[in-house]
C-alpha cells in the first residue's frame, strides 16, 4: 500500500491536535468538557475568511498568492487577527457564560466540581447559539480560503504534498514546540499546572487565577483557530465544519489523556492517520467509525489515555 | 495592647462560605510583628473559618481586616499573598505533582527575578531536609516533611503575617514538636504568626497570646500561660486535658 494516508493523515491529525489542545486544556484548568470547542474552529475559519476578503479588496496586491502557496499575505494577516479574535471570543464566552457558574473554590475542588455538569450543558447551548450565529450572519454560499489549485510534490516514497500542506504541516509544528516551551518552561506554564492540580492553593501562592482561566481559553480557542484554518484551506468553508469535527477532537484529547497537551497533539496524529488508513484500507464511509472506535477503545483498555496521569 | 495599631487586625469579622450563613460571628483580634498568637476553640468555633477569612479565600460579610496600616478586607486572596499574608492550609496544602523545588519556585513568582534564588536558598537553609529531596515530587515526601514544604513555600516571600490552619493535624508527636521549634524561631525573624490549633496543649506552650473562641465569637484571650492555668479551659475543651504547667514543647 501507498504511504500517502501517514502524509494525509499527519495533516488531518495536526488540525485535530491543535484543536484538541483547547479541550484538554479546558478539563484540566476548568474541569469540564467543553463541547463548543468545535465552534472555535468554525469561527477561527470564518473570521478568516472575511478578513482576508476585506483585506484583499483593500489593498488587491495582498490577495496575489504567494508562489508556490495558493495563497496570499491577505489570508496569512487574517489567520493572525482572526487568532487574536477567537482568543478573545473564547475569553467574552467564559464571562458571560462559564464564569457565573463557577463559585469562587475555597476547598480544593469541591468548590469547583458541581458546576462541571452544568458547565457542559452550556458549552452544548453556546455551540449552537454560535453556530446559528454564523448561518444568520453570512450568507449561504461557497466559501473557500483559497481556490487556486496545486500541483502535489513527490516526496520520499511516492508521498504528494502540495506546498500549503507543508507549510501547515510546519506551522503545526511551530506552534506545538512554542506551547509546550511555554507550559514547561515559564511562569504562566507552571501556574497553569497549578492552578490545574489545585485552585485554592494557586490563590493561595499569589497566582491569578482568573487570569489564568482567561488565558487558557485564549490559548485553547487561538488554536482552535488556527485548525480552522488549516481545515478551511484544504476544504470547502461551512457553519458544521467544527461541529463535525468534534468527536475526533474528543477522541485525540482522550487518547492522549486528558489534560496532556503534547499528549492532545500526539493524539490528534494518531487519530488522523487511523482516519487515513482506514479511508485508504476500506474506503471512506468507514472515517466517521474511527473516532468512535479510539474513545470506546481508549475508555475500555486505557482509561487515563496514552499520556493522562490517573485521577 | 500599645496605643499604636496593631500590625494585623481584624474588628468584629463576620465571615462564611457562599449559603450565606456566618460561622465567624463578630471576632475581634491582632497580632503584632514577631508576635506568635494561638486561636483556639472546640470543633464548629469558627477557627479555620477565621484564618481563612484573614487569607482571602472565604468572603467576609462585615467587620474589617487590617493588615501593615490598610484595610485588606475586599482585597483578593493573590492580592492579599503578594502584600505579605501567607497562608498554610490544613490539608492539600502543596502541588503533590509538583518537585519540592517547583512548589518553591511557583511561591517565588510573585517576586522580583533577583530575589527568588535568595528567597528560595533561605528556605532550604531553614529546612534542611526539604534541600536534600528538592527533585522528589512533593506528593511523595511524608506528612512531617509535607508541612515543612508547606511552611517553607509559605516562608519563600518573606511574610510579615504567616496564617497556619492547624498545622500539627495529623503529624506525630515528634514532627509536630519540630514544627513547632520552627514556628518560634520563624517569630524571632520579626513575622508575625496566627496558629488554628486543636493541639491547645503544644500551642499554648508556645504561643505569645491566645484567642478562644466559641460559636463564632471570641470567648477568652490572653498569655499561653495564663490560658493554660485556666480552670475553664478544662471545660471548654472537654476531653482534650489542659492542665496547669503542662508540660509542652521547648521554645
Redesign the interface.
Same mark, same amino acid.
Given at each position: 500500500m501507498s504511504l500517502q494516508f501517514l502524509a494525509d493523515g499527519m495533516i488531518a491529525g495536526a488540525t485535530i491536535g491543535l484543536g484538541a489542545v483547547g479541550i484538554t486544556l479546558t478539563y484540566s484548568i476548568l474541569r469540564f468538557a467543553n463541547f463548543a470547542q468545535g465552534e472555535f474552529i468554525t469561527w477561527g475559519c470564518y473570521v478568516t475568511w472575511l478578513l482576508a476578503a476585506a483585506a484583499g479588496a483593500w489593498l488587491p496586491w495582498s490577495a496575489q498568492a504567494i508562489d508556490p502557496l495558493s495563497v496570499g499575505l491577505n489570508v496569512i494577516f487574517a489567520a493572525l487577527v482572526a487568532m487574536l479574535l477567537t482568543g478573545l471570543l473564547a475569553i467574552a464566552l467564559d464571562a458571560v457564560l462559564f464564569r457565573p457558574l463557577r463559585t469562587a473554590g475555597t476547598t480544593a475542588s469541591a468548590a469547583w466540581a458541581p458546576a462541571s455538569v452544568s458547565a457542559v450543558i452550556a458549552s452544548f447551548g453556546a455551540s449552537m447559539a454560535l453556530r446559528a450565529l454564523i448561518e444568520a450572519a453570512v450568507p449561504a454560499r461557497q466559501a473557500y480560503l483559497s481556490t487556486e489549485l496545486q500541483i502535489a510534490i513527490p516526496l520520499l516514497g511516492g508521498v504528494r504534498l502540495t506546498p500549503d500542506q507543508i507549510l501547515l504541516l510546519a506551522v503545526a509544528v511551530v506552534l506545538a514546540v512554542a506551547l509546550q516551551i511555554m507550559l514547561t518552561r515559564t511562569s504562566l506554564g507552571r501556574s497553569m499546572r497549578a492552578v490545574s492540580e489545585n485552585p485554592a492553593l494557586a490563590r493561595v501562592v499569589g497566582i491569578d487565577v482568573s487570569q489564568v482561566i482567561r488565558l487558557t481559553w485564549f490559548i485553547g480557542a487561538a488554536l482552535a483557530c488556527a485548525a480552522g484554518v488549516m481545515l478551511g484551506l484544504v476544504v470547502q468553508i461551512r457553519p458544521s465544519m467544527g461541529a463535525e469535527l468534534l468527536l475526533p477532537l474528543f477522541a485525540a484529547a482522550l487518547l492522549g489523556g486528558v489534560g496532556s497537551v503534547p499528549g492532545a497533539l500526539i493524539g490528534g496524529l494518531l487519530v488522523g492517520v487511523a482516519e487515513a488508513a482506514t479511508v485508504q484500507l476500506l474506503g471512506a464511509q468507514w472515517r466517521a467509525a474511527v473516532a468512535f472506535l479510539v474513545v470506546i477503545g481508549v475508555l475500555l483498555l486505557r482509561p487515563s489515555g496514552l499520556f493522562g496521569r490517573a485521577h | 495592647m500599645n496605643d499604636a495599631a496593631p500590625f494585623a487586625a481584624v474588628y468584629d469579622l463576620v465571615a462564611g462560605? *457562599?449559603s450565606g450563613v456566618p460561622i465567624v460571628k463578630g471576632v475581634t483580634m491582632h497580632v503584632n510583628r514577631g508576635e506568635l498568637v494561638a486561636v483556639l476553640g472546640p470543633n464548629g468555633a469558627g477557627k479555620s473559618t477565621l484564618i @481563612?477569612a484573614i /487569607?482571602?479565600?472565604? #468572603?467576609a460579610t462585615s467587620g474589617c481586616i487590617r493588615y501593615d496600616g490598610t484595610d485588606i478586607s475586599a482585597q #483578593? /486572596?493573590?492580592l492579599r499573598?503578594?502584600n505579605g499574608v501567607a497562608?498554610v492550609?490544613q =490539608?492539600?496544602?502543596?502541588? /503533590? =505533582?509538583?518537585s519540592v523545588s *517547583?512548589n518553591l @519556585? +511557583?511561591?517565588a513568582? +510573585?517576586l522580583t527575578a533577583t530575589e527568588r534564588a535568595a528567597h528560595i536558598a533561605r528556605a532550604y537553609e531553614l529546612f534542611p531536609d526539604l534541600s536534600r529531596q528538592r527533585g522528589l515530587a512533593a506528593g511523595r515526601l511524608s506528612g512531617g516533611q509535607r508541612q515543612m514544604l508547606a511552611v517553607a513555600?509559605a516562608l519563600v +516571600?518573606s511574610p510579615g503575617l504567616l496564617l497556619l490552619d492547624e498545622p500539627s493535624a495529623g503529624l506525630s508527636p515528634k514532627a509536630t514538636a519540630e514544627l513547632f521549634r520552627t514556628l518560634v524561631r520563624i517569630r524571632k525573624t520579626g513575622v508575625g504568626i496566627l496558629l488554628v490549633e486543636q493541639n491547645v496543649r503544644a500551642a499554648l506552650s508556645v504561643a505569645d497570646r491566645a484567642y478562644v473562641l466559641v460559636e463564632g465569637r471570641n470567648r477568652r484571650e490572653g498569655s499561653g500561660g495564663d490560658l493554660a492555668a485556666d480552670p475553664e479551659m478544662g471545660a471548654l475543651f472537654l476531653g482534650l486535658g489542659v492542665r496547669a504547667a503542662a508540660p509542652g514543647v521547648p521554645a
Open positions: - | 462560605y *457562599d @481563612k /487569607a482571602g479565600l472565604v #468572603p #483578593p /486572596a493573590h499573598v503578594r497562608f492550609p =490539608t492539600e496544602n502543596v502541588f /503533590a =505533582t509538583l *517547583d @519556585k +511557583i511561591a513568582q +510573585i513555600r +516571600i
